[in-house]
């Protein structure tokens, strides 16, 4: 009974793959997606880790098209936002400039959708209460202060959950002392980042509970000295696919 009881509980934690080999082939047979192209790009920029440009190239498209585009389902319209949390070891990962370099190019696409790259969440409502069906870009480099703040400041209680609500594209009304901030049809993209243990340590359980960590996709990497690579001039292949994936 109890090998039978091992046994279940292997089979419930195997991961059933996303799809079969005869259709992995398929799918390596296709022409490589922008994703794939500016991953390739970005890796010649920086020693960053390759799974960072990943995130870049999803803020990118996310970015771009949430204003525009909805998926209906059984329990409403699904809106491709997307939030991502960058954690890394140290600096060596080079984090921060996996994310300045789609928001490089986002900024000359569209200057508009960075909506911030700090500030408070007071201001973050404000602004997301003027923008309504539109992609709203926050960035934030270290994340574990503003979950510090949410944590620690009596004022900042119930943000998890108003975040968790932003996120859904839900309708929201805030209550100030001299005002009231509506926001209406939000389309709010997070990308955030930080060192892991930093983060980690400012977390709670209300974090989770409410909801608001489960919407963010976790990407980390630890870094590598023997792959540091150094600044150099830049060349045909850094300009050139550049202008490809901008005029994309």
């Given at each position: 009974?109890?090998n039978?009881?091992?046994?279940?509980d292997?089979?419930?934690?195997?991961?059933?793959p996303?799809?079969?080999?005869?259709?992995?082939?398929?799918v390596?047979?296709?022409?490589?997606?922008f994703?794939?192209?500016?991953?390739?790009?970005?890796s010649?920029?920086?020693?960053?880790?390759?799974?960072?440009?990943?995130?870049?190239?999803?803020?990118?498209?996310?970015?771009?098209?949430?204003?525009?585009v909805?998926?209906?389902?059984?329990?409403?319209?699904?809106?491709?936002?997307?939030?991502?949390?960058?954690?890394?070891?140290?600096t060596?990962?080079?984090?921060?400039?996996?994310?300045?370099?789609?928001?490089?190019?986002?900024?000359?696409?569209?200057?508009?959708?960075?909506?911030?790259?700090?500030?408070?969440?007071?201001?973050?409502f404000?602004?997301?209460?003027?923008?309504?069906?539109?992609?709203?870009?926050?960035?934030?480099?270290?994340?574990?202060?503003?979950?510090?703040?949410?944590?620690?400041?009596?004022?900042?209680?119930?943000?998890?959950?108003?975040?968790?609500?932003?996120?859904d594209?839900?309708?929201?009304?805030?209550?100030?002392r001299?005002?009231v901030?509506?926001?209406?049809?939000?389309?709010?993209?997070?990308?955030?980042?930080?060192?892991?243990?930093?983060?980690?340590?400012?977390?709670?359980?209300?974090?989770?509970?409410?909801?608001?960590?489960?919407?963010?996709?976790?990407?980390?990497?630890?870094?590598?000295?023997?792959?540091?690579?150094?600044?150099?001039?830049?060349?045909?292949?850094?300009t050139g696919?550049?202008?490809?994936?901008?005029?994309?």
């Open positions: 009974q109890k039978k009881l091992a046994l279940d292997t089979n419930l934690n195997r991961l059933v996303l799809l079969t080999d005869a259709e992995r082939k398929i390596d047979a296709l022409p490589k997606s994703v794939d192209r500016y991953i390739d790009w970005a010649g920029l920086t020693d960053a880790a390759k799974q960072y440009h990943q995130v870049g190239g999803f803020v990118l498209l996310s970015s771009l098209l949430c204003g525009s909805g998926l209906p389902t059984s329990h409403g319209l699904l809106v491709p936002n997307l939030w991502f949390m960058i954690l890394a070891e140290t060596l990962t080079r984090k921060t400039t996996a994310m300045d370099i789609p928001m490089d190019l986002l900024a000359e696409v569209d200057e508009s959708a960075i909506m911030a790259t700090d500030g408070s969440l007071e201001g973050l404000t602004n997301l209460s003027m923008r309504p069906k539109k992609p709203s870009v926050f960035l934030r480099d270290e994340f574990s202060g503003l979950i510090d703040a949410m944590t620690k400041k009596d004022y900042m209680a119930g943000m998890p959950e108003m975040l968790t609500k932003l996120y594209g839900k309708f929201q009304r805030r209550l100030l001299k005002e901030i509506e926001i209406r049809d939000p389309r709010l993209i997070i990308l955030g980042g930080g060192i892991k243990n930093k983060v980690t340590g400012s977390l709670t359980f209300e974090h989770v509970g409410s909801g608001f960590l489960p919407r963010f996709i976790f990407v980390t990497a630890e870094g590598d000295v023997n792959k540091l690579k150094p600044m150099g001039p830049p060349t045909k292949v850094t696919v550049r202008d490809t994936l901008l005029d994309e």
